[in-house]
């Protein structure tokens, strides 16, 4: 399965940018699609998922009320940022892979990769 993410930029706080992952070639059907962020120095961490099937959204609780994650209908998963704060610089990449639902949040049950697109939020 190969990732492409895009969209991400520059932008001062309280603003906001659009990510969007896609496949290609094939769908996500089957699978949960993730974001995650990295900031330096910092772990990678979960940002929001979506179990393909179900349509099952699911947030980390620092973007809850901010970011809304949505799907078309075949390949394409995007995250809309609003109400960007400094702490959300960061490097962000979708992941996808099968996995319980316990496991949508850990990064280790995620197995393709996207490239990351990086986010600078200003003060």
């Known amino acids: 399965v190969q990732l492409q993410a895009s969209g991400g930029g520059f932008v001062q706080a309280g603003g906001s940018l659009r990510l969007s992952c896609a496949t290609s070639g094939s769908t996500f059907r089957g699978y949960t699609v993730g974001w995650f962020r990295q900031a330096p120095g910092k772990e990678r961490e979960f940002v929001a998922g979506?179990?393909?099937?179900?349509?099952?959204i699911f947030y980390a609780d620092l973007v809850k009320g901010r970011f809304t994650l949505s799907r078309d209908n075949f390949n394409t998963v995007d995250l809309q940022m609003d109400n960007l704060k400094p702490e959300d610089t960061a490097v962000y990449y979708c992941a996808t892979g099968t996995m319980i639902l316990s496991e949508r949040r850990n990064r280790d049950a995620y197995k393709f990769w996207g490239q990351g697109t990086q986010v600078t939020v200003s003060s």
């Open positions: 979506i179990v393909w099937s179900t349509r099952i």
